[in-house]
């Protein structure tokens, strides 16, 4: 990569990195948070944990969080120091005095207060045997030198130190070449096994999703509670318009094929899911049910105008209403192919959008033609065996004998206002 190669060039650069931002999204592709209560062990995991990641074929700029800070010393007293009554506070005032400075007086110059600092020069300041050669005073007046009163450990510091909930925690990323693979795709590998396999090796490990994918979590969340309210919304327009429960339904039977259809797209396609699919499908609810709705309104209208029995009715509307469906699908479709053909960079992340929708109104139309007349026909069917039934199972009315012998319902009712109410 381009960045190994300016890292070799210059000489102590240990890392590069490009960063660019043409999508919908927070955060790299696979961010994984790793939690543990010991650093050490933290750093082991993550460790392990990137090298997985580099068996990959697509997973590029690796990173498993630790970047080594400052160089830094790390002083232990010893038990021969303690004896002499030297505390860790005594150690700690004694080098901070010798390299950052005590104060000694303050000096007022106009508005201003100076700080006078005493410390060592700068050239005894630059090495390290003045540290272990520091002459440390004892509560009782004697003097130690500090590589006898404490150990010395040569390390680096931190950058950063994070927590979740008590434990320490470290965040392992790392990029993904969508030509090759997805985000998605990598860590449904992680969790069939290598995953599973670090928790078992380091005992009290934990770790949770965070970056694009806890964005497309949230995203997700709040895509489920609008979709419900808008299918609500949908139901009850429809419901109010129609005068009718069933035929909202027969309607909004689009919606599910036309989220077959766009998932079918991404699949012939080569496309992967994302958010922007998700969008796409979300839209495509209110574009498919035209196609229905078209249909039923006309329908409805030929049976309350022109007297037209249910199959007739429908037939009909089909008829009337094929050149309209077709011609809107293809505008339709039409519409979004050249973002379909898009090359650039800048509008690619909008490609999935337009593959939900133009794979989800073509599959919905070419079903919805067929099915919507015969669920409408159907349920028609249905409505009139439901009555049949009820009409059957409806008690018989009373009847009393008059004065020739016959049998005649009670009076005030007419066998003829019986047939017509029961009409």
Not at 8 to 33: C, K, M, P, R, Y
Not at 44 to 73: C, E, N, R, W
Request: glycine content about 8%.
């Amino acid at each position: 990569p381009i960045s190994m190669a300016i890292c070799a060039a210059i000489a102590g650069l240990e890392s590069l990195t490009f960063a660019a931002q043409i999508a919908i999204g927070d955060g790299a592709e696979v961010d994984i948070e790793l939690s543990h209560s010991s650093l050490e062990t933290l750093e082991l995991a993550a460790a392990d944990l990137a090298a997985t990641l580099g068996t990959y074929d697509g997973v590029q700029d690796i990173d498993d969080g630790f970047s080594a800070g400052k160089p830094q010393l790390s002083f232990r007293l010893e038990p021969t120091a303690r004896s002499l009554g030297l505390t860790v506070a005594d150690l700690a005032s004694a080098v901070r005095s010798a390299f950052y400075g005590t104060e000694a007086l303050r000096l007022q110059r106009g508005r201003n207060e100076v700080k006078v600092l005493v410390r060592l020069p700068e050239e005894e300041r630059e090495t390290l045997s003045t540290v272990e050669n520091l002459m440390l005073r004892t509560p009782l007046g004697g003097e130690v030198p500090l590589f006898r009163a404490a150990s010395v450990e040569y390390g680096s510091s931190y950058t950063e130190i994070r927590r979740r909930e008590g434990k320490r925690s470290i965040d392992v990323t790392a990029d993904v070449d969508e030509t090759v693979t997805s985000g998605n795709e990598i860590l449904a590998a992680l969790r069939r096994g290598p995953l599973r396999d670090l928790l078992k090796k380091y005992a009290g490990l934990s770790y949770s999703l965070e970056g694009e994918q806890q964005t497309q979590r949230e995203s997700l969340e709040a895509l489920g509670i609008g979709f419900v309210l808008a299918m609500f919304g949908i139901f009850a327009l429809l419901a109010i318009a129609f005068g009718s429960y069933v035929q909202p339904l027969i309607v909004m039977v689009a919606i599910p094929f036309g989220a077959i259809g766009g998932i079918a797209g991404h699949y012939l396609l080569g496309y992967n899911l994302n958010m922007i699919s998700f969008f796409g499908l979300i839209a495509l609810t209110g574009i498919v049910i035209n196609d229905s709705l078209v249909l039923v309104v006309t329908a409805n209208r030929y049976r309350e105008e022109d007297g037209f029995t249910c199959s007739e009715a429908m037939q009909a509307a089909g008829v009337r209403r094929l050149r309209p469906i077709l011609l809107t699908t293809i505008t339709t479709v039409l519409g979004l192919t050249p973002m379909l053909l898009e090359t650039s960079v800048q509008a690619r992340f909008l490609i999935p959008m337009a593959i939900s929708i133009a794979g989800g109104e073509m599959f919905s139309t070419v079903l919805l033609l067929g099915l919507v007349p015969a669920l409408y026909v159907a349920v028609e069917d249905v409505q009139k065996g439901v009555q049949r039934c009820l009409h059957w199972i409806e008690p018989p009315e009373p009847s009393v004998e008059d004065e020739h012998g016959e049998m005649r319902p009670p009076a005030g009712i007419d066998f003829a206002d019986r047939r017509t109410a029961s009409r």
